[in-house]
């Protein structure tokens, strides 16, 4: 991602995890990408350890304004286990995984 | 001509694709959700044909070759990108290892070069695994993966740009038929006519042909996954541990993430939202006594999706007899991610040429499970 980093001099960035630009969002839109769950999808977005606490609400708002929609009539993606990062050494321990 | 697909997976969009391709200048994919919604935004992104029937055999070498072509024309420049990074069966029992010898002479017999390993050549191909737990090794090096959302990404620009229309957030809730044709579907947003219909619907279908009065004997078996944070390259096959229940796999996808699952009992038709806390250790305690830098990966998300599968565990493909203009592609059994594109060929040349131009597909009509003449399995592997 990011493509645009090289053209111009100062890029917008709006996923800090993955390199995404206002750009790349904006191109994404263009495209027919017009909820949450496709931009996601297509440009990682919220896919970064973060899982989007960052990113997201900042592309609500752009997706909202170019759809001539409001932030909260937008469908937010899903948000999945285990919210944060969990070192697999830590889930290991956990005795759901012993074998019946 | 105006064909309507039902679906905007894998199999629906590569199907409106390769009817773009051949000069349909009318078509629309209608989807309830978003792009990539159903089993394909879900999937492993792995692909490969060592498999046990010729059908299966014949269909995934022509879409490994449509994989490499168009991962190298047009839909390549737009982002899809196929690695044959190979598959690598693990046997972690020295009789595995004599199973592993049967089925590559089958492979070898029907044009896939498989081939048994020693440990040396097996360090060489994954070098952060403990080979101290493995017997022996199968590797298929014609098998590959695709990161499934810049493949998804490639096929929603490249359709486009063919005049495709891809409505989102239309959800299909039945079919209307008036005789032996169907003349319309019926959606959350109104009524949408053709002259041909093609249901790509993933999960979606069964519900979706019994408007019609058509019974097709799928299941949907929810499938888990997880992945851990991108990393480094550290090895390119995808990785089988074959004598573990549930035969355990981790794949590091393009993008860098490890992608880990494993089959856990499940019942068909739970919803792929209700998460099990027990997954997660399940799936990582086999993969972390094989790779025990893994221990220190952090894991990001976990999701489940459909297995959509079959008696005989192969698709249900092409026309329906009851009907004219209607056709099905669904019912991939776990692998219909890998059969995207020869499913997408094969789709357009039975509705424009009248028949595929792969015999083997004739035997995957719906038809065949009234007949009793279910695929054949060359190898029955335990
Ligand atoms: C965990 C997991 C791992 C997997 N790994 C692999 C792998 O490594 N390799 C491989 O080849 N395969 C794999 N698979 C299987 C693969 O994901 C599927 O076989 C494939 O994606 C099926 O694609 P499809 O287009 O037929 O269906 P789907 O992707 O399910 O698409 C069907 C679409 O139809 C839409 N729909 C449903 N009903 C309606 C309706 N009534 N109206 C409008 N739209 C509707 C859905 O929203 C969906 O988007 C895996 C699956 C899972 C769950
Ligand atoms: S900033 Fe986008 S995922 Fe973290």
Same mark, same amino acid.
């Given at each position: ?13 709006? /996923?800090? /995890?993955?390199?995404?630009?206002? =750009?790349?969002? =904006?191109? %994404?839109?263009?495209?027919? /990408?017009?909820?949450?769950? /496709? ?20 592309? %609500?708002?752009?997706? %909202? ?9 937008? =469908?937010?993606?899903?948000?999945? %286990? ?19 | ?40 935004? &879900?999937?492993?992104? @792995? ?6 029937? +010729? ?19 047009? $839909? ?9 990074? @190979?598959?690598?069966? !693990?046997?972690? #029992? +020295? ?5 592993? &010898?049967? $089925? ?16 040396? *050549? ?38 486009? +740009? !063919? ?7 239309? +959800? ?35 519900? !979706? ?9 799928? #299941? ?48 068909? *038709? ?19 006594? !094989? ?6 990966? &952090? ?40 059969? @995207?594109?020869?499913?997408? #060929? ?5 509705? $424009? ?12 009509? $719906? ?16």
């Amino acid at each position: 991602m990011g493509g645009e980093m090289k053209k111009k001099g100062h890029p917008t960035i709006v /996923c800090r /995890c993955n390199d995404v630009t206002l =750009e790349d969002v =904006e191109r %994404a839109i263009e495209e027919g /990408c017009h909820d949450l769950e /496709c931009l996601r999808k297509v440009l990682r977005i919220g896919m970064g350890p973060c899982q989007g606490r960052t990113c997201i609400p900042i592309v %609500a708002r752009i997706l %909202a304004r170019k759809l001539g929609k409001r932030v909260d009539e937008l =469908e937010l993606p899903t948000v999945r %286990a285990p919210i944060l990062p969990v070192p697999v050494h830590l889930l290991l321990k956990s005795r759901e995984g012993e074998q019946p | 001509m105006k064909i309507v697909i039902v679906g905007a997976g894998i199999s629906g969009l590569f199907t409106a694709y390769s009817l773009a391709k051949m000069g349909v200048r009318d078509v629309v994919v209608l989807e309830k959700r978003y792009v990539g919604y159903g089993s394909t935004g &879900r999937c492993a992104t @792995g692909i490969r044909a060592s498999f046990t029937s +010729e059908e299966h055999i014949v269909l995934m070498k022509e879409s490994i070759r449509l994989w490499k072509e168009y991962s190298e024309g047009e $839909l390549g420049r737009y982002g899809l990108n196929f690695v044959q990074g @190979g598959y690598v069966w !693990l046997a972690r #029992k +020295e009789e595995t290892v004599d199973t592993f &010898r049967k $089925l590559v002479a089958l492979h070898n017999s029907l044009g896939v070069p498989t081939r048994v390993i020693d440990r040396d *050549e097996l360090r060489s191909l994954v070098p952060p695994l403990n080979t101290n737990l493995v017997a022996g090794a199968m590797h298929d090096p014609m098998a590959g993966k695709s990161y499934v959302f810049t493949t998804l990404r490639a096929l929603m620009k490249a359709c486009r +740009e !063919l005049g495709v229309r891809i409505a989102t957030g239309t +959800e299909v809730r039945k079919l209307i038929a008036r005789g032996s044709r169907i003349v319309a579907a019926e959606t959350s947003k109104g009524e949408v006519s053709g002259d041909i219909f093609v249901i790509a619907a993933g999960a979606g279908s069964r519900e !979706l042909l019994k408007t019609v009065g058509i019974e097709i004997p799928t #299941k949907n078996i929810p499938r888990h996954i997880l992945t851990t944070e991108p990393y480094q390259r550290a090895f390119e096959p995808l990785v089988i541990d074959w004598d573990t229940p549930g035969v355990p796999y981790i794949v590091q996808i393009i993008e860098g993430n490890f992608f880990i699952g494993r089959d856990i009992e499940e019942e068909p *038709e739970q919803s792929i939202y209700s998460q099990r806390i027990d997954f997660m250790p399940k799936a990582l305690k086999p993969i972390a006594e !094989l790779f025990p830098f893994i221990k220190a990966v &952090r894991v990001l998300r976990y999701w489940i999706g459909y297995y959509v599968a079959t008696p005989d565990n192969h698709p249900i493909y092409g026309p329906v007899n009851n009907f004219d203009n209607l056709f099905i592609a669904t019912g991939f059994s776990g692998h219909g991610y890998m059969m @995207g594109p020869v499913t997408g #060929k094969i789709i357009a040349e039975w509705i $424009l040429e009248g028949r595929p131009s792969i015999p083997q597909a004739e035997k995957l009509t $719906l038809d065949r499970f009234e007949r009793g003449a279910l695929v054949r399995e060359l190898a029955v592997i335990g």
